[in-house]
């Protein structure tokens, strides 16, 4: 069986509450939001796998869980993404870049990689830390007047400390993408 995964790190309950409370500060921009208990930051995304990938997926992001030490992500800002995309795809928040995400991906994209197991090869394009607070409807957005289009350029300050990361399936519904913890993998302590 194929399972769509990916591994990311999820949010305190609090943060999703704050997040979820901005999609009131835009009600005629046309975007379907995401529900507050699937928000996240996705670190890699593997696509669909098979069930003898998942479990070496589920070891090497347990591995490299220990590898890395817990850290403060900072969300500073919510606008539309990603950058220069015209129209835009996305609302989102985004975070600051630190050493220790972009250790903590690195560790897993060159684990994945090395593994014969995993048919994984890493995105060309540069990571951006960021949330998906909603989809932008991209038809609905071409029908209002350029000079008319709501600006979604908010400064924020929300902290949160990452202490473990998680292999999520995703399943694709109806009324929107399911998210489900397969696994989660504490940070070295």
Not at 21 to 28: L, M
Not at 55 to 80: H, M, V
Request: charged share 35%; proline share 7%; with cysteine.
């Amino acid at each position: 069986m194929r399972r769509r995964i990916f591994i990311a790190i999820n949010l305190p309950e609090e943060i999703k509450k704050k997040l979820e409370e901005c999609e009131a500060k835009w009600p005629d921009l046309p975007v379907r939001w995401t529900k507050k208990e699937n928000l996240h930051i996705t670190l890699i995304f593997l696509g669909y796998v098979l069930d003898e990938e998942l479990l070496e997926i589920c070891k090497i992001t347990r591995e490299a869980a220990l590898r890395n030490e817990p850290f403060l992500i900072n969300l500073t800002k919510i606008l539309y993404g990603p950058p220069k995309k015209m129209p835009p795809r996305m609302v989102w928040a985004e975070g600051e870049k630190l050493k220790e995400f972009a250790a903590l991906r690195d560790d897993l994209e060159k684990s994945l990689t090395a593994s014969e197991q995993v048919n994984f090869s890493p995105e060309e394009r540069a990571f951006s830390p960021h949330i998906t607070l909603g989809r932008i409807k991209a038809w609905e957005f071409r029908q209002i007047e350029p000079e008319e289009r709501p600006t979604v350029k908010e400064e924020i300050s929300l902290s949160f400390e990452v202490n473990s990361i998680e292999v999520m399936e995703s399943q694709l519904k109806r009324g929107g993408p399911e998210y489900m913890i397969l696994e989660s993998c504490p940070l070295k302590t």
